[in-house]
Structure formats: structure tokens, C-alpha cells
């Protein structure tokens, strides 16, 4: 499976930025995808996660309540809304998928691929 990340940007602080994560080659129903940000001198982290079959989500508490995660299927798409950006949400973001739930993701468990970055820049 190949996954192409995009939609990153800058944007002022409250802004709105939506990222987009396409998923071609072998895919399984059963997936799960992930959305992970790393910041300039500082680790990666877990952001959202997202079941393929029913949509279930799992949000960061940096995040909980500002970005929502979705899916289109029928395209093999997975989106991450963001919302009432901040500055420390400034960092280059990737999607990942594999098995498990999206615990399991937020613990980076049973990731088969990952996307390349896209950058998120928030201004203050």
C-alpha cells in the first residue's frame, strides 16, 4: 500500500486546514489509519486514527475537539480537519496505516506504511 499525504499549508493562528491522506495499491477494509505530526526538534506524535470499515476515531487530547478525522471509501481517502489552528500545532504531519484499532495506532502498533509529510505551518 501507498499512501500520498497532502493538504498542508501556512495558515494564522484559528485558522482552518484540511489534510488529505490517499491510500492506493492493497488495502484491507479492516485497516486503520493514522495521522502523526513531528515538530521542529521534537519527537513524533500521535494525532488521529480512524477505522477504514466504520469510522471510528481517536484523537489526541492536544487536539480532542478541534480536528476530526473522516473517510471516504469509496475514494480511499482518509481526512484530517483541523480547526482553530494554534502556533504549536506547527509541524510536518503523516499518515499511516495498518491493523489493529486506533489504539493500537496511537501506540504506532501494526503500522505496515507510512506517507510522506506534508507541513503545517500556524502563524501567531
Known amino acids: 500500500v501507498q499512501l500520498q499525504a497532502s493538504g498542508g499549508g501556512l495558515v494564522q493562528t484559528g485558522g482552518s486546514l484540511r489534510l488529505s491522506c490517499a491510500a492506493s495499491?492493497?488495502?484491507?477494509?479492516?485497516?486503520?489509519m493514522g495521522w502523526f505530526r513531528q515538530a521542529p526538534g521534537k519527537d513524533r506524535e500521535f494525532v488521529a486514527a480512524?477505522?477504514?470499515?466504520?469510522?471510528?476515531?481517536y484523537y489526541a487530547d492536544s487536539v480532542k475537539g478541534r480536528f476530526t478525522g473522516s473517510r471516504d471509501k469509496a475514494k480511499n481517502t482518509v481526512f484530517l480537519q483541523m480547526n482553530s489552528l494554534k502556533p504549536e500545532d506547527t509541524a510536518v504531519y503523516y499518515c499511516?496505516?495498518?491493523?489493529?484499532?486506533?489504539?493500537?495506532?496511537?501506540?504506532?502498533?501494526?503500522?505496515?506504511?507510512w506517507g510522506k509529510g506534508t507541513l503545517v505551518t500556524v502563524s501567531s
Open positions: 499511516a496505516t495498518g491493523v489493529g484499532d486506533t489504539q493500537a495506532m496511537a501506540l504506532s502498533r501494526g503500522i505496515k506504511a
Open positions: 495499491g492493497r488495502t484491507f477494509t479492516n485497516w486503520v
Open positions: 480512524i477505522t477504514w470499515n466504520v469510522g471510528t476515531t
